[in-house]
């Protein structure tokens, strides 16, 4: 499909709004704000940081989606999200050059409850694929969607937006979807999330979604990636070496203390 029937055929399917309609869907669909998260992690990356992983196998495999899931794991602390940043960036330059590719993301944490929950994370998914202009309204299913939950005044369960969600990603040659710090999802969700991972990733044909998380090396995480036929990252071995390396000599390479050492203890 070309660029310009691309366009043409996500416009068909948008259904009109009054501007107060508009606005309230947006703000039901946007609860949380993934871009602080994005943001933030990006701040504090070093230049020159983080090119193993976008110029390494897995990453083109990612790109690609030849299998599997990539799993950037370990502990807290050791840079998971800046490199999940790292790869929504360089994944927004591929998906601004193709119409019909899509990105979307998202970042759990301890610090908003909001954040923690499914429905909410489903949603901001939801509100981050098409790309469209927002002042000529919405695919017509997240219209429905947010009919039938201001119906019943409550959110509509988590089916429903698993299924908009997985409609939604057919609508493009090619998606992404980034999913940060899962284990900062309760314990009693992550059964449900880990399940709808699966679920997404198998319902769609191999080179039309790539899904990356990050997590720590939790129990769950372990058993229910490596199902999902995820091949792990782990972020306690000799491939982020460099960026340790560099991260110090540029941390302290003002420090008067640090110019007297050799070139030798300095790398």
Known sequence: MTNQLFRKTVTKVLRKLNEKELREAQ?????VDPASNYSSPLAVREPGTGGWLLEGPESMDWKEDRGG????HG???CGKSVLGATAIEDVQHLCNANDDYALAYFHSTFSDSEKQELHNMLLSLISQLPKMPSDRGLPGGVVDLYNSTKAIGMPAGITAPEDLLSHIVNCFRKSFVVLDALDEFPKNTRESLLSWI???T???KVGSLSVLVTSRPEADMVRSLGLLAAFPIPLQSKIVDQDIRTYVQKSLGGKDGFKKFTKEIKN
């Open 69 to 72: 899931v990539p799993w950037l």
């Open 75 to 77: 502990i807290s602390g």
């Open 198 to 200: 699966g679920e997404l």
């Open 27 to 31: 703000r039901w669909l946007n609860i």
């Open 202 to 204: 198998a319902d769609h």
